[in-house]
């Protein structure tokens, strides 16, 4: 059983100074306890430990778009014109292109400080839309890139079914996302079966959106899901744009979170994805609900969203994790940065998160991400105690920007600057997979993706 | 002469490839040529060039304090909360700790793709607030960080006379800062005289902002500056927050981008800092002046100041550049993505810079900053052509994040994600100061930071 020192140590209750951390061998934390013996053999951890983050959403082969839309147009540019772009996308990628853009994006996103990784995942059909022989070729490139890269991941299989509101049928360019509610099914149990021994990743189930999941698809498969698997987490893409509100009035007289909230059982297993557009009445029985609210700073900010609610959804004690969504950015501390910034501006005031508190805005936001994400992924993960998985963050207590900080006030500086990519070492389930800054298989990784890209390209001509 | 092969190469009127870069012995850009002879023995950069970025505004000294302020508080927190920490931070620093401080900010600022610095430096006198015996002392300083780390700078010696609007005299935390305006241009000409010869450092005036200096004061030093130096660059903070608006109103019933514009000559000679709050008016008529509105971006969301009315700006023909100001961020692509984004969350919409053009975003942004950060630093900078110093970055072209990538595609995949960091090697004055990604300082400089905060941490206790 390896055991390991903590020179500081980020617990549940707090910062506590040597810490000893007992890691079986498989992975779990087995005990957490203070130095006694300083004779003890035990390897010296190389800074300030923290839990790993929980990316709670990610669409893995938009990475390999990135940048590619950022680009004016005569006729003004918004969410739905880069939707296009990303369909146009998404009809390219054969299941070795997701493999390997899955795998180069994780190996990112753990240098980043993430551990694990919630994928929505909507790429099921072949790209002419007829299903693969086996439904799960596509859901296992993702699993097979978090393997490869070492990442935690909660993996959900996504029901879309229609283009709109209202039952529309989807457009051409949806192929690859639909799939009947049965075959849906039959995928997420396949995955169950062929996750069922893997403490570090898991299944359950997205509803990719009111606008393409209709009441009575909704109802029928939540209901099985959790008739099969209690514990499955649901996740579901809710309010982003404004003109998802609109269309849902016009649809139902209601607004797309109150509608939900109304025709669906959201309890602490959801996760309410993005939830940027709520009223005050939305807002507070959001949060009663115990759902978490998935953030997704960057994105929002890339797309044009607009500001998440957050200081009165804090108020009403609503829970909220982060989520690197279209991968524009693979830092973990950037979309908790982002969250606050935003509100900084929103407001014109400091410290918004933490407002009337005399506590650290870092911690707040590390430690809210930990806790929602947790929830969300469903991973026995966020928190280093005994029963968690051993998925830990070591900050390089070299680094120029953590120098006399201590306690909170390194959280502070990893997230907000100047100790940013101040992450040394990564562990995911007692295992290292990031040492000194670097992944063991990121040259591998870097090399398939450019290969996959290169494939990707002259496929779109 | 040492000549450059760039494969690519961002020129004034767009992308070339094979392009050769004459640069001569004093730093300058000689010549800009097509490759002819492929057998001419050139050294090959390893990606693609731009300009390097210029940071028109920061304050050195408070890169130190960066991340310690990001706490809630009781009674709210704010900008003015936030500045009785500075002024307290301010208090500590003798000149060797600026020296270090400032020497660790300028190797980071180069590592994030700034080849040039503008100073605005109002530390001037001791930490009790009598003046050194050489009024230079803190000034030379940072030129001497500005020599260790080879980074370009523009050193603004500022007026500092008042604490608020109508006079009122200054506080006692704000002694260090306070000199009569002739000794303000004794300090300017020695400064001048000592960097005569330096074709990589300047200095100019700043003016702290219309609560520091009063209207007289403004007009006597701003016409002696330009009699004495007729090309020299005046900087001043303007409208970074709510309360100066009010304050500025009670006091003048003008708002103080209109007050100022009203008795200043303002020309493109100026740099109006932050100009956060403007009335439409406002911004019109900053725009026709020519003047460069110096943003700020993750400053201002740092310290919750508000939205630039960018796109207005831009339609009136308004220019500008970008700050690391309080240097919570040393990331020059950060400052031009928070730009956008920021714009974009408050508008939702996309592409808000190039609204309307069907034109690359970080292409528009990039060429923005540097012909704003240029003509606001007043530097023979930003720009790759003959007669111009040899200021660049070259791009790793074995990032991940570039691979197959060109064109305006590079400069978005760069700033908006996934190619942060990108940033290989620098050349500031046609000398390298980054070589893959490492600063050959940046072991020596982090050593002294590390002395200079411990030091600074034992005498605020």
């Known amino acids: 059983m390896p055991s390991f020192l903590a020179p500081q140590c980020l617990l549940p209750d707090g910062w506590a100074d040597d810490v000893v951390l007992d890691i079986d061998a498989a992975g779990w934390i087995e005990g957490v306890r203070p130095l006694e013996d300083p004779s003890e053999p035990l390897e010296r951890l190389h800074g300030p430990v923290v839990p790993g983050l929980i990316d709670l959403h990610s669409h893995a082969f938009q990475r390999a778009m990135a940048g590619l839309a950022e680009r004016g147009s005569p006729a003004g540019d918004h969410f739905w014109t880069w939707r296009d772009a990303m369909y146009r996308f998404a009809l390219a990628l054969e299941p070795e292109d997701l493999v390997d853009v899955a795998r180069q994006l994780y190996v990112e996103l753990l240098r980043g400080g993430y551990t694990c990784v919630v994928e929505f995942h909507y790429l099921h059909n072949a790209p002419d839309g007829r299903p693969y022989d086996a439904l799960e070729t596509m859901s296992m490139a993702v699993v097979e890139a978090s393997l490869g890269a070492g990442i935690g991941l909660t993996h959900l299989p996504t029901l879309y079914r229609t283009a709109d509101f209202g039952g529309a049928p989807p457009l051409p360019e949806q192929r690859r996302f639909v799939l009947e509610v049965e075959a849906l099914l039959a995928l997420r149990e396949r995955l169950e079966a062929r996750l069922a021994d893997d403490p570090d990743r898991r299944t359950g189930l997205a509803l990719h959106s009111l606008r393409a999941v209709p009441p009575g698809a909704?109802?029928?498969?939540?209901?099985?899901?959790?008739?099969?698997?209690?514990?499955?987490?649901?996740?579901?893409?809710?309010?982003?744009?404004?003109?998802?509100?609109?269309?849902?009035?016009?649809?139902?007289?209601?607004?797309?979170?109150?509608?939900?909230?109304?025709?669906?059982?959201?309890?602490?297993?959801?996760?309410?994805?993005?939830?940027?557009?709520?009223?005050?009445?939305?807002?507070?029985?959001?949060?009663?609900?115990?759902?978490?609210?998935?953030?997704?700073?960057?994105?929002?900010?890339?797309?044009?969203?607009?500001?998440?609610?957050?200081?009165?959804?804090?108020?009403?004690?609503?829970?909220?994790?982060?989520?690197?969504?279209?991968?524009?950015?693979?830092?973990?501390?950037?979309?908790?940065?982002?969250?606050?910034?935003?509100?900084?501006?929103?407001?014109?005031?400091?410290?918004?998160?933490?407002?009337?508190?005399?506590?650290?805005?870092?911690?707040?936001?590390?430690?809210?991400?930990?806790a929602g994400g947790a929830q969300a992924a469903r991973l026995a993960a966020g928190s280093i105690e005994a029963g968690r998985r051993a998925d830990l963050v070591v900050l390089d207590r070299d680094h120029p920007g953590l120098v006399t900080r201590s306690g909170d006030a390194l959280l502070d500086a990893w997230i907000f600057g100047p100790a940013r990519g101040a992450v040394r070492d990564v562990m995911v389930g007692g295992r290292w997979v990031v040492r000194e800054g670097r992944h063991a298989g990121e040259v591998h990784a870097r090399e398939r993706y450019r290969a996959a890209l290169e494939r990707i390209a002259e496929r779109c001509g």
């Open 218 to 370: 909704l109802e029928r498969t939540v209901a099985a899901v959790h008739r099969a698997s209690p514990d499955a987490p649901v996740h579901i893409h809710v309010a982003e744009q404004t003109a998802e509100v609109d269309a849902c009035l016009a649809w139902s007289r209601r607004r797309p979170v109150a509608w939900l909230l109304d025709h669906a059982p959201v309890d602490a297993r959801w996760c309410l994805v993005h939830a940027t557009h709520m009223s005050a009445d939305e807002t507070a029985a959001l949060a009663a609900t115990g759902a978490v609210a998935g953030l997704c700073p960057t994105t929002e900010a890339n797309l044009g969203d607009g500001f998440f609610p957050l200081r009165p959804f804090l108020d009403a004690g609503g829970r909220f994790g982060v989520g690197s969504d279209a991968n524009v950015c693979v830092d973990a501390t950037e979309e908790l940065r982002l969250l606050e910034l935003g509100q900084r501006l929103l407001h014109r005031e400091r410290n918004v998160t933490t407002r009337g508190e005399a506590r650290s805005t870092g911690r707040a936001l590390l430690e809210g991400a930990l």
